[in-house]
């Protein structure tokens, strides 16, 4: 059956992932693609049945129907009726449907067939993403498969988004995409409603209608209540007009009405009359006016003096001759009416009245467009001003909330804001519209604190409705300053920067809601400033979100134009249409939009893109209101997998949600308070919003916006700040922030240099160290073996702290970087053996982490333990009684994580001479090793391999913890009180006794006095106070007493001889003690044997005593070892809370190196901040580079949901990158998966001579098929991932030979005895660049060769695991595609010159006079078939040998052929990069450049002579030998290729590290007693070079050359040859 053919190519398919072979499905789906293309009918069954299989599917419901009976006949058997619905998922089909749908996610909108009218709308372009939205929700199918489906979800709009240019008009939802509010009618009047009015004090609705009355509602959220009818008095002088005979009403301030300050009253006038009805009360006063009243207005505020209760209420009234008349109202029966003849003014209108408050002044509009200012009695001084305000009549006016600023608009496109300055009124903005302005509001409330911001809102005549934030503060200057909505237009709601508008402080427009094409007539703010209502002509009413502009309601009253919209409290919106009996009151409250904010913001982003069709998209509907919770749910799900380790990353179903979250603009508002525009500059107030639930949104969100900005060369999104920015010049700031300045290669060389030089950025700034006592192991480096005085040592000058522990020294540096020097045996200095140092060597175990804490203990066989900044421990050293806490008690030559301590997170620790401790962010204490006496408080004296908590404080809060031979002490976080445990000798536990103590007990004297820090020794303990003070107590020699005091040595006492100076710090070695006071001066004390106190003599000194040397010296920091101590003058460095990274210390550079000529042009401080910003950019990298999916394959283009990502696929963006980002997760994974306890991996055989005239197999061969064999977790050693056994040859594999075998297979790759490699055509053709490189060979594809290939990717790995480089030379075109960095026809270019230039001449054949006639005289070929790289003609399509190629389809070869070569090798890099997934984890290569990786395999293929020189030891001479001379004058003198012999001849291998820190061995350089003049010999397994004594140096260069040219096969002595004999006869076929 066909369903068989079809499921068994796509199970090959799916599981020889790398090797895609191109099965029947692809070529099915293709063909498929083609056709539906083609044909737009073809194109519909196609969507369609996808979405139907996809629907059944996820709901187990069988849909698969077609429409068209037709269609149905010619429906293959096996897709008519998929009748068992759980067989679907695992049946053949479903796997077809996987493909179909693949292809039309891709494709997206090219497909879309021209479909009927009616069926678009009932379909939607939604289709295939609401059943693929139903796979991700469904609970039937597999987590695999809802991945399958969330992932085609992101093609499916990204298509969209790619392929859709065009743009909406409107925004809002006339189809019912959302849902929808509910609502309630107030059956009014029997008339038409014309205005109504809310009455905030009595919570009362108030509307007029043309029946001629005026009614007053109670308004709750389910119901209403009518409370009163008011009836418009008549008087019988006037004409008894009728009402109706007014015609259709056309603007309701024809009908004005307007409550009281108090809500006493309720005003409404008609024509000459004026009615004021006392609410809830009788008949109503009535005021017959001598002219038509136009306007009416009672203050807004209060009168000040309101104490009597019933204060008298002014009403003013405008009139259409001009005239101002004020009615004051005394109660109910009683009123005077005053004219204010002093603001007449002749036959113009007054149109609008807005008066703030009695004491202040009214100002009154007009339709001539002046506005007139006045108080109500006249004084002296020019009451009345009259304003030109206008040129239009005045529509309306509004005071902001506070009653300083008044916002005029009259019939033209700019609204007016005017302050009164010391008596003269002048208008400080204008803001200018792109049409005229119908209406205006105010936010009632103001912003809180000094500079805040007014929102207002304004509707226009074009539809448009604009959102303003204005300054509260008045800008100071005289000239008004006109602020335009225009060149706002496509800006994204939030993507103006607030930083920068808080600066500025100008009038700006925060939204341009477009969401009706027919005037607006009324906009109002809700009452929390969240949301406003836009109503106008038409019926159409929108309500927007004041969080990101978002459509959340969209009503259509359907009666004519809106006249006016009200926000009730708690109810919602009330509007009145003009054709309308009844008020709607739509029940939009606070609430309701929280729960619909979600989809309103999708819809928003997603109709932007173009993308219309939720209401028939139900499914897709669900989830994207689910999004927000499925976001947070999977993410707690998946975090602590992926921190620990366990997860290199988040699985691709978490980055599409967390890509969908970006793309559709909801980071925005999980992301950010939910607060009104006004507030966005102010600090959220947290009881209501909580900002870690969503930081790791955010800083995603951050992350790829910022990578997107750099990427294109565009502006930063407002969400990235730099932290921590240097100053720079003035107005330079806005020049480092511009990212199309620095585009062209600039960031590149910038991070460049400071990665390759940060000595020039002198991170951390440099520190004086004084290093004094014992030094025979090394312990103080360049200053000396037994020093009696501080001296100081240059070479520690980058030192942030120093830590003295047994006979041995540790650094940390300000980037974090660990350096050891001193006494390493038991491996205790970290470096993989158990050599001394002399010198500082960076850990390079712990490289890539940023160390903020190491300590070690001063006694036993040492060990040590780091604590890294992301919070990882990690321990080291001699490993007795479990002390290194990983479960067993080896010893650890480098730094091994504890396990254990995962997902705590660490702040102190401790380590004692035979246990360790440490303390936790959230007070536990763990300690671990051994237990005698029990100084682990665990309450028994039994060993601990792993950390166990101390559970007798399990009440407390432990803040450190200090480890001595056998005691411990604790204190808790907040210093008042300490506990003590383990050995009593001396009394040293502080308790009057002298007993042991297995469970921790509280140090009496000690508690409640505030203590900062305990120290222990051997035999005693200090406790220093936060004030100052030091307490001693345990061995009487060693407590800083005199001999008097000494004898109550078993409780705490104060050191007299400190009593008056303010100790700041205390370092407590094996027997002697360290203090620092406040003023830079050490004083010491105790054993003294080494001259550890530094007094320049060895005698024991029983009180403190003041180091004269450092005075004057500024230390700010002390540390004591065993037997040597050190004082630094780095500040030390302020606490910090775990997970926060450090803020480096940048300092100037003096000049721009000659490499980064592009930089001269530059101030070096602005290139310090772009640095600084760059840094930053790559902590937001870290942090969220899990989310990223960089996967290569997913990347079918640019959209907004791959936008910031694109840039690292691309492999733009990793130039930039901090090398943290890529190391730091490098490092940690290899360490994760590291093999414990073994030297080295599996055996492997290896026959290198032949026998029997047999030739042997290359021994990549051999290596290969034995190895790709094995287990890949077998191989991942830090050393050796496997050992070799040389059948017949005198050589052990101590490593040398396994170096040795790496460096011949790497010889027979590139002399071609494999034939895996093949030399660029460049070097064929000895053109152009990479000559002497090598490409992958294309032909090269049997499973053989794949297999081959696989272990060519084994061997990567392991140089980078165990940082032996290979010397392979492979163009940088193989070294892009192992990074999956995407290749251009550049890259083709320097590697094949000759077929470019060839291409280049057939797509330009007019150019050279070829024409359609002459084309195939002058191109020779005739069909699509092109150059291989290994120089075979191939078809570069499939069948291509048989397609002609013409002048006319000349364009599409050229297209194929470009493509052809730059695939031509991803058969063999995917097996090169399964091979590498063994060893190392391979997606992480998406991070690196192709120069990172290659140095990492392959080192630096310079030998440095400075690099060997650095990693040198002498045995049996010294530095100053003559033969030491002349050698290193020899090397100097060696060109690049002998130096490479030469570390072949030394080594086995054949470059260095590219890291020098790297060098797991020194290089030795001995002397040996041999004849005069005879060749130099080695041990490639040590690293070392033997040299006889010569007559003279050009001897001896002579003697060196031919050693390192001929003597190349390892074979030291015949003593290994008896031991790998070949035993196995006639095993010959195997090797």
């Known amino acids: 059956s066909p369903a068989a053919a079809l499921s068994s190519a796509t199970r090959s398919r799916v599981h020889s992932k790398t090797s895609k072979p191109i099965s029947c499905l692809a070529y099915l789906s293709t063909a498929v693609g083609c056709l539906a293309s083609n044909s737009s009918s073809a194109a519909k069954l196609l969507v369609q049945l996808c979405t139907q299989n996809l629907i059944s599917a996820a709901t187990g419901m069988n849909l698969t129907t077609v429409d068209d009976p037709m269609q149905r006949k010619f429906l293959p058997s096996f897709l008519r009726g998929i009748a068992e619905e759980n067989k679907l998922v695992t049946s053949p089909n479903f796997v077809v449907t996987q493909a179909l749908v693949a292809l039309l996610a891709d494709k997206g909108a090219k497909l879309r067939p021209s479909c009927e009218k009616a069926e678009a709308e009932r379909r939607g372009p939604l289709e295939l993403a609401n059943a693929l939205a139903a796979c991700c929700l469904s609970s039937r199918l597999s987590s695999q498969h809802r991945q399958w489906a969330a992932q085609q979800l992101v093609r499916t709009l990204a298509a969209h988004d790619r392929d859709n240019q065009s743009r909406p008009q409107t925004f809002a939802d006339m189809s019912g995409d959302l849902r929808k509010c509910s609502s309630i009618k107030l059956e009014a009047h029997q008339n038409r409603v014309t205005n109504c009015g809310w009455c905030n004090k009595k919570g009362l609705l108030a509307t007029i209608g043309n029946d001629g009355t005026v009614r007053v509602w109670n308004v709750t959220k389910n119901q209403y209540t009518l409370q009163q009818t008011c009836i418009f008095s008549k008087v019988e002088e006037t004409a008894d007009e009728n009402l109706s005979t007014l015609g259709s009403p056309s603007d309701p301030s024809l009908f004005p009405i307007c409550w009281s ?34 306007a009416l207005a009672w203050p807004e505020e209060g009168p000040v003096a309101s104490w009597a209760g019933d204060t008298l209420e002014v009403l003013l009234i405008g009139r259409i001759d001009g005239s101002l008349g004020l009615i004051e109202v005394v109660d109910a029966s009683t009123m005077h009416r005053l004219e204010l003849e002093h603001c007449y003014r002749k036959d113009v209108a007054v149109t609008c009245i807005a008066w703030f408050s009695e004491d202040r002044p009214f100002a009154v509009g007009y339709s001539d467009g002046k506005l007139l200012v006045g108080m109500k009695e006249p004084t002296e001084t020019g009451t009345v001003i009259l304003i030109d305000a206008h040129r239009e009549s005045i529509t309306s006016m509004k005071w902001e909330p506070a009653g300083q600023i008044l916002l005029t608009c009259a019939k033209e ?40 911001d007014l929102m207002l809102a304004t509707g226009c005549q074009n539809g448009l409705v604009c959102v303003w934030l204005v300054p509260q503060k008045v800008p100071s200057i005289s000239q008004s300053s006109s602020v335009s909505s225009d060149g706002w237009w496509d800006r994204d709601c939030r993507s103006w920067n607030k930083e920068g508008y808080h600066r500025t402080r100008e009038a700006c427009c925060v939204y341009q809601l477009k969401g009706h094409i027919t005037p607006v007539r009324t906009v109002t703010f809700s009452s929390d400033g969240l949301a406003v209502v836009s109503g106008g002509v038409g019926g159409l009413m929108n309500i927007w979100s004041m969080r990101d502009g978002s459509v959340l309601q969209t009503v259509v009253t359907g009666f004519g134009a809106i006249q006016n919209t009200i926000w009730i409290p708690e109810v919602g919106v009330a509007v009145c249409s003009n054709r309308s009996k009844d008020v709607l009151v739509v029940n939009c409250t606070s609430e309701w939009i929280i729960s619909n904010h979600v989809l309103a913001t999708c819809r928003t982003a997603l109709k932007k893109q173009g993308i219309v069709g939720l209401n028939v998209a139900p499914c897709m509907r669900a989830f994207l209101e689910r999004l927000p919770s499925m976001l947070q749910e999977q993410y707690a799900y998946e975090k602590p997998h992926v921190v620990c380790g366990d997860q290199l990353v988040h699985s691709p179903y978490m980055q599409c949600l967390a890509s969908l979250a970006v793309g559709l603009n909801l980071d925005q508002l999980l992301c950010n308070p939910p607060v009104p525009p006004y507030q966005w500059g102010s600090p959220p107030d947290l009881t209501m919003w909580n900002p870690n639930e969503w930081a790791w949104l955010e800083c995603f969100s951050a992350t790829v916006k910022a990578a997107e900005a750099l990427a294109k060369g565009e502006p930063f999104p407002d969400s990235f700040s730099v932290p921590d920015l240097e100053p720079v010049p003035e107005g330079e700031l806005a020049h480092v922030m511009d990212n199309s300045k620095w585009i062209h290669g600039l960031d590149e060389q910038i991070m460049s240099w400071a990665t390759s030089r940060p000595e020039d950025w002198h991170l951390g700034g440099k520190c004086d160290v004084f290093l004094w006592g014992a030094g025979r192991h090394g312990q103080l480096a360049e200053a000396g073996r037994n020093v009696l005085v501080p001296v100081t040592a240059p070479s520690f000058s980058q030192a942030q702290q120093v830590i003295c522990g047994q006979n041995c020294t540790f650094v940390i540096q300000a980037n974090g970087t660990v ?43 040492g060990h040590s333990m780091a604590l890294t900044e992301s919070g990882e421990v990690f321990s080291w050293g001699d490993g007795d009684y479990g002390k290194l806490g990983h479960g067993n008690s080896d010893r650890q030559r480098r730094p091994r994580q504890i396990e254990a301590l995962q997902g705590e997170e660490i702040v102190q620790m401790s380590c004692g001479f035979k246990h360790s401790a440490v303390v936790t962010a959230d007070g536990k204490l763990f300690t671990f090793g051994n237990g005698d006496y029990g100084r ?69 004297i000690l508690c409640g006095i505030g203590i900062k820090k305990v120290a222990c020794g051997t035999q005693f303990s200090v406790a220093l106070t936060k004030d100052g003070h030091v307490y001693t107590f345990g061995q009487d020699r060693l407590i800083g007493l005199p001999e008097g005091r000494a004898r109550n040595h078993n409780r705490p006492q104060q050191v007299p001889v400190l009593a008056g100076i303010f100790i700041e710090d205390i370092a407590v070695g094996a027997e002697h003690t360290v203090a620092l006071s406040s003023t830079g001066d050490v004083y010491a004390w105790g054993s003294n044997s080494e001259g550890q106190l530094g007094l320049g003599h060895t005698n024991h000194v029983r009180e403190p005593t003041l180091v004269t040397t450092l005075q004057g010296k500024t230390v700010r920091q002390i540390s004591a070892g065993r037997c040597h101590s050190a004082a630094w003058t780095a500040p030390p460095v302020p606490p910090r809370a775990p997970g926060v990274s450090v803020p480096l210390q940048l300092g100037l550079p003096d000049s721009v190196p000659p490499q980064y000529s592009s930089l001269k042009e530059e101030i070096m401080e602005t290139i310090r901040a772009r640095l600084r910003l760059l840094y930053h950019f790559s902590d937001l990298m870290y942090s969220s580079w899990r989310l990223l999916n960089l996967s290569p394959n997913n990347q079918s283009g640019v959209s907004v949901y791959n936008a910031g990502t694109w840039g690292i696929v691309q492999g733009q963006l990793r130039p930039l990158l901090a090398p943290r980002v890529y190391t730091l997760p490098m490092v940690r994974s290899i360490g994760k998966t590291m093999v414990q306890g073994k030297n080295y991996g599996p055996q492997i055989t290896v026959k290198r001579i032949s026998t029997r005239g047999r030739k042997c197999k290359p021994i990549f061969v051999q290596i290969a098929r034995q190895v790709v064999k094995l287990n890949a977790s077998d191989l991942r050693l830090p050393s050796r991932a496997w050992k070799v056994k040389l059948v017949g040859e005198g050589a052990d594999d101590a490593g040398g030979v396994f170096d040795d075998t790496i460096t011949e297979m790497c010889q027979e790759l590139e002399s071609s005895i494999v034939d895996l490699l093949i030399p660029s055509p460049n070097a064929s053709a000895e053109v152009g660049y990479n000559r002497d490189r090598f490409l992958f060979n294309p032909s090269a594809s049997s499973d053989e060769h794949l297999m081959q290939f696989r272990f060519l990717g084994i061997l990567m790995g392991v140089a980078i695991r165990t940082k032996k480089p290979l010397d392979l030379h492979l163009a940088p075109v193989i070294w892009k595609q192992l990074c ?61 040998s048989s397609i002609p190629l013409t002048f006319s389809n000349r364009k599409e070869y050229v297209e194929r052929a470009v493509d052809y070569r730059l695939h031509e090798m991803d058969r063999q890099v995917a097996a090169v990069r399964e091979g590498m997934s063994w060893i190392i984890p391979v997606p992480l290569l998406s991070l690196l450049t192709a120069k990172h990786l290659e140095q990492m395999v392959c080192g630096m293929p310079e030998i440095s002579v400075d690099v060997l020189k650095k990693v040198v030891r002498y045995r049996e001479v010294d530095e100053q030998h003559q033969l030491v001379q002349w050698f290193w004058q020899t090397l100097e003198e060696f060109s690049n290729e002998e130096r490479v012999l030469f570390m072949r001849f030394v080594s086995g291998r054949s470059r260095l590290p590219a890291n020098p820190a790297d060098i797991s061995q020194r290089f030795q350089i001995m002397k040996v007693d041999r004849p005069f003049d005879s060749l130099p010999t080695s041990q490639t397994c040590f690293f070392q070079l033997r040299l006889p004594p010569y007559s003279s140096q050009p001897v001896m260069a002579e003697r060196l050359r031919y050693a390192i040219n001929n003597c ?13 004999v070949d035993n196995a006869e006639g095993s010959d076929t195997d090797y």
Not at 266 to 286: P, T
């Open 261 to 294: 300050v108090s809500g006493k009253y309720l005003a409404a006038a008609l024509e000459k009359r004026v009615n004021i009805w006392l609410v809830n009360g009788g008949k109503g006063l009535l005021d017959v006016q001598p002219h038509w009243v136009s």
């Open 413 to 452: 496109e700019a609204v007016k804001l005017w302050v009164n300055g010391s008596g003269n009124w002048r208008c400080t903005y204008s803001l200018s519209h792109s049409s005229i302005v119908n209406c205006i509001s105010w936010f009632d409330l103001s912003g809180k604190g000094e500079d805040t």
């Open 819 to 861: 350096m050891a020097c001193g006494e390493g045996s038991y491996g205790r200095l970290g470096q993989g053996n158990s050599d001394d140092l002399h010198v500082l060597t960076v850990i390079s175990a712990l490289q890539g982490f940023v160390v903020t804490q190491l300590v070690t203990s001063c006694g036993s066989d």
């Open 936 to 1004: 682990l408080g665990l309450g028994n004296t039994s060993n601990k391999k792993l950390p166990e908590r101390v559970m007798a404080l399990e009440g407390y809060q432990i803040g450190q913890v200090a480890c001595g031979l056998n005691h411990t002490l604790a204190v808790s976080a907040d210093g008042l009180m300490v506990w003590a445990f383990g050995d009593g000798d001396y009394g040293k536990l502080g308790l009057g006794n002298s007993t042991a103590k297995s469970s921790p007990q509280k140090v009496d």
């Open 1380 to 1440: 999956c960095i995407p290749l251009t026809v550049e890259d083709l270019e320097e590697v094949d010159l000759l077929y470019v230039q060839t291409l280049n001449s057939i797509l330009h054949a007019e150019d050279g006079g070829i024409t359609e006639d002459n084309f195939h005289e002058m191109i020779p070929l005739d069909s699509f078939v092109g150059q291989s790289a290994d120089g075979k003609m191939v078809p570069i399509i499939p069948g291509g």
């Open 1608 to 1620: 190349r096969s390892i074979d030291m002595d015949n003593y290994m040859l008896s031991r790998n």
